[in-house]
């Protein structure tokens, strides 16, 4: 059994639609940032960054092994079920270097784009314009990457279970807002499309159920 302390963001959705995908048995736990439950003690023991997701597989060969970022965790649990990721090779290194480059582009700039839109206490547009427009970019190099390929790394992979959760929300707002550099975007609305419609992923967007 695996323990997942999670909340509905892009970030967590990535974990839950990996363990749908490869049938590992999971207990959810919510963590509330609204609440500030990311700062419990308690959670700072499995996560001491004090972000979600993080698990806790009590299953493991040497007995419970905690794991925070969600990179890492889904690099951990692809290795311990030997799914979506290759073992080696350019097949391994393709998924890592797309999980990467989600992990260092779009989560981060997608995210900062939120706060300066949503969050932040006063409108600053330079900060707006910037991270969309950096976030217009990397869904130009999704689509062009996407043009060549099915999946992001070729065969369906952890980096797409990454990079979904955070595409579906903003691709319709990016394009919308930055057209002049996202283009049509066929390839990612096809992608969009094709990863949205696996059972795994769907039940997986919908963790944690509040």
Do not use: C
């Not at 639609?17 to 999971?26: D, K, Q, S, T, V």
């Not at 993080?54 to 419970?64: M, N, Y």
């Not at 350019?90 to 270097?97: D, F, G, I, T, V």
């Not at 006063?122 to 976030?135: L, M, Q, S």
């Amino acid at each position: 059994m695996i323990d997942l302390y999670t909340w509905t963001t892009p970030n967590g959705r990535k974990v839950s639609i990996m363990l749908e995908e490869a049938g590992l048995p999971y207990e959810v736990h919510a963590v509330n940032l609204g609440k500030n439950e990311q700062f419990a003690p308690e959670f700072l023991k499995v996560s001491p960054n004090n972000r979600i997701p993080a698990i806790v597989d009590r299953d493991a060969d040497s007995g419970p092994v905690s794991v925070f970022e969600s990179g890492a965790i889904l690099i951990y649990l692809a290795e311990k079920t030997g799914k979506f990721l290759a073992p080696k090779g350019e097949q391994r290194a393709k998924a890592l270097e797309w999980l990467m480059w989600q992990m260092g582009g779009v989560g981060p700039m997608l995210g900062q784009a939120n706060h300066f839109i949503n969050t932040a206490p006063e409108k600053v547009p330079y900060a707006i314009d910037r991270y969309i427009t950096e976030a217009a970019r990397l869904i130009k190099v999704l689509d062009t990457r996407l043009g060549h390929a099915a999946f992001m790394a070729g065969d369906y992979s952890i980096a797409d279970m990454a990079t979904y959760p955070w595409i579906s929300v903003a691709f319709p707002l990016i394009a919308q807002g930055k057209p002049d550099i996202v283009g049509e975007g066929a390839n990612v609305k096809r992608w969009l499309d094709a990863v949205g419609a696996r059972p795994a992923v769907q039940r997986g967007m919908a963790v944690p159920n509040v």
